[in-house]
């Protein structure tokens, strides 16, 4: 079983930079494409980046292309997210996910599992 675990989450100005992390002690990491998605009050769960299991594979929403980047370490079994140029849009309650199956994806039901989810706060 993959249990992914965020950290990084927080309040943060417009305009500033945040960087989220997830982490699992699964040995299989590496196997696994990773993506992270993102749940606003009242909206629904919705796509934000995706990375392969190798990371040479990145795919973005529209609304954070620019200004995210995804990267993951597979010896440290650790992916990332950096976001910068953050707005008030992006407050919400982001989630890591990861993918056993072959390929990508950037639809919830692309993914098997889920952490628990760490919140973001855009202040204007």
Same mark, same amino acid.
């Given at each position: 079983?993959?249990?992914p675990v965020e950290s990084g989450?927080?309040? $943060?100005?417009?305009?500033?930079?945040?960087?989220?992390?997830?982490?699992?002690?699964?040995?299989?990491?590496? /196997?696994?494409?990773?993506?992270?998605?993102?749940?606003?009050?009242?909206?629904?769960?919705?796509?934000?980046?995706?990375?392969?299991?190798?990371?040479?594979? /990145?795919?973005?929403?529209?609304?954070?292309?620019?200004?995210?980047?995804?990267s993951r370490d597979n010896g440290?079994?650790?992916m990332l997210l950096q976001m910068?140029?953050?707005?008030?849009?992006?407050?919400?309650?982001?989630?890591?996910?990861?993918?056993?199956? /072959?390929?990508? =994806?950037? $639809?919830?039901?692309?993914?098997?599992?889920? =952490?628990?989810?760490?919140? $973001? /706060?855009?202040?204007?």
């Amino acid at each position: 079983q993959v249990q992914p675990v965020e950290s990084g989450g927080g309040l $943060v100005q417009a305009g500033g930079s945040l960087r989220l992390s997830c982490t699992t002690s699964r040995y299989a990491f590496s /196997t696994y494409a990773m993506g992270w998605f993102r749940q606003a009050p009242g909206k629904e769960r919705e796509f934000v980046a995706a990375i392969d299991w190798s990371g040479g594979y /990145t795919a973005y929403a529209d609304s954070v292309k620019g200004r995210a980047t995804i990267s993951r370490d597979n010896g440290k079994k650790t992916m990332l997210l950096q976001m910068d140029s953050l707005k008030s849009e992006d407050t919400a309650v982001y989630y890591c996910a990861a993918r056993s199956r /072959t390929g990508t =994806g950037t $639809v919830s039901s692309d993914y098997d599992y889920w =952490g628990q989810g760490t919140q $973001v /706060t855009v202040s204007s």
